[in-house]
Nanobody
Framework: QVQLVESGGGLVQAGGSLRLSCAAS????????MGWFRQAPGKERDFVAA????????YYADSVKGRFTISRDNTKNTVSLQMNSLKPEDTAVYYC?????????????????WGQGTQVTVSS
């Protein structure tokens, strides 16, 4: 079992930066892939970024490539999402997710555990 708690969301102006963090508990954290997804009002939950258990492989949605960076620290049981050059269309609730499989996944159904989400609002 893995419990995930996100933090770091907030209100930022367009062009600004935020860093989201996800604290995980549970002994399987370091052996599984992790991901970030987001959901805007009235829309489906979309893939943002993912990272393999070893951090060797990372994956990004086209809309965030070059602006967002996912990283993890298995010694601290955390995964982070550094978000730069934020745009109003990045506004959403951001969710941290964990999977038992070692690879990062790009589909929500591939993940076994989810956090409660943190709101990110980017003003124009």
């Amino acid at each position: 079992q893995v419990q995930l708690v996100e933090s770091g969301g907030g209100l930022v102006q367009a062009g600004g930066s935020l860093r989201l963090s996800c604290a995980a508990s549970g002994r399987t954290f370091s052996s599984g892939g992790m991901g970030w997804f987001r959901q805007a009002p009235g829309k489906e939950r979309d893939f943002v970024a993912a990272i393999s258990w070893s951090s060797v492989s990372t994956y990004y949605a086209d809309s965030v490539k070059g602006r967002f960076t996912i990283s993890r620290d298995n010694t601290k049981n955390t995964v982070s999402l550094q978000m730069n050059s934020l745009k109003p269309e990045d506004t959403a609730v951001y969710y941290c997710a964990a999977r038992i499989n070692r690879r990062g996944g790009v589909y929500a159904y591939e993940y076994d555990y989810w956090g409660q989400g943190t709101q990110v609002t980017v003003s124009s």
